[in-house]
């Protein structure tokens, strides 16, 4: 059975965590929460704040940015959190972000990503392991440093802290270099813009990565984490035309005209001419025509939206998706509980009376 998340996402101008809603879902059964960062609150404080008003649900970063936190201590804050939350309940979701945030926000060099991810993930999993001082010489990063403006007397420790050495690690990554680097070293994978039928697309990069990998790695003993609007509506127009500006957004403008994920999916998903016009709308600040670029179908396929019986027949799609697990997002500040308990109903953690199935 699909398991059950609540992405949160990362905050507006004001931090405002819905304890609540997450209390809810945690006694319906909903197996994680996800937080995330850009360039406004981190991800990792708000779920050591959440492990204080929960006890079972599993707390997850979607994502920690590379360029915010040495390896080092995205190991350390991972590993207090889950001490914090009394072991076993922290999920490292870390990822890249991109040129713009990384060199802009960050003051860090994007430098070469599928290197720093590969010696990110290698440096953390030696500090949960505690099998020694941490040494690494990577081909992005190294401990001891040693490049320039080093004094030449970095030592390799060990944590004080004795944690969790199984701290599972998730990537989130897309394109094909990178999807099959997940497979290989992660733990899990939060998808970008995993949508149900991409399975055939993303199956050859993963079993390139298990394989890879070796040891009997596979989608059996592997996590993937997608995400997916959701808004009840009997207007359903409305509601797909409510998520446009969104898209509008992370396509035309999050990131540089030449190096932008997010419109690079789009393209790959056959929306070339959709994702060129939106682009060039945005940029020019034509930012209405933009969101009103975005077409219906693409939105659709990414959300589930309308009366609870149109959203609980599309939902089937992504239990069958490939999927391990679904996180729920809502747009806009106020999560709406009705969604919390319709979502659990569709997963069949709950019966149409509300009870735990």
Not at 168 to 194: Q, R, S
Not at 299 to 324: C, N
Not at 345 to 356: I, K, M, P, Q, T
Request: net charge positive; proline share 6%; aromatic share 8%.
């Amino acid at each position: 059975m699909l398991k059950l998340g609540l992405n949160l996402g990362y905050s507006g101008a004001d931090l405002k965590i819905p304890v609540e809603l997450v209390q809810r879902a945690e006694a319906l059964g909903y197996d994680s929460v996800w937080t995330a960062e850009a360039y406004g609150s981190d991800a990792v404080t708000p779920l050591a704040f959440l492990a204080g008003k929960t006890s079972r649900i599993k707390l997850g970063t979607a994502i920690m940015q590379l360029a915010a936190r040495t390896p080092a201590n995205a190991a350390m804050s991972a590993a207090t959190v889950d001490a914090l939350a009394g072991g076993g309940r922290f999920i490292a979701g870390i990822g890249v972000s991109g040129p713009q945030i990384v060199e802009g926000w960050y003051g860090q060099p994007w430098g070469k990503p599928y290197w720093r991810i590969k010696d990110y993930v290698s440096i953390m999993r030696k500090v949960f392991r505690r099998e020694g001082p941490v040494m690494h010489a990577g081909r992005e990063i190294s401990l001891p440093y040693s490049g320039p403006g080093a004094m030449g007397v970095g030592k390799p420790l060990q944590s004080i802290l004795h944690m969790n050495r199984n701290i599972p690690i998730y990537l989130g990554t897309g394109n094909e270099a990178t999807v099959k680097l997940t497979a290989e070293i992660a733990d899990g994978w939060l998808p970008l813009g995993f949508v149900p039928g991409a399975m055939a697309e993303y199956r050859p990069w993963l079993e390139e990565g298990f394989r890879r990998a070796g040891g009997g790695k596979g989608l059996a003993n592997f996590a993937i984490q997608g995400q997916v609007h959701v808004e009840i509506n009997s207007d359903v127009k409305a509601a797909l035309d409510r998520l446009k500006p969104e898209v509008a957004l992370y396509v035309g403008g999050m990131g540089h005209r030449d190096k932008n994920f997010h419109k690079d999916l789009m393209v790959r998903r056959g929306y070339k001419a959709e994702a060129d016009r939106i682009q060039e709308l945005y940029l020019a600040q034509r930012k209405q025509e933009a969101a009103a670029a975005v077409p219906d179908a693409w939105i659709d396929s990414r959300s589930l939206v309308g009366p609870p019986e149109r959203i609980k027949q599309r939902y089937r799609a992504w239990a069958d998706s490939g999927l391990t697990g679904l996180s729920i997002r809502f747009r806009g500040p106020s999560p709406n509980p009705e969604v919390i308990s319709l979502m659990a109903e569709a997963a069949g953690l709950v019966s149409a009376s509300g009870h735990r199935a």
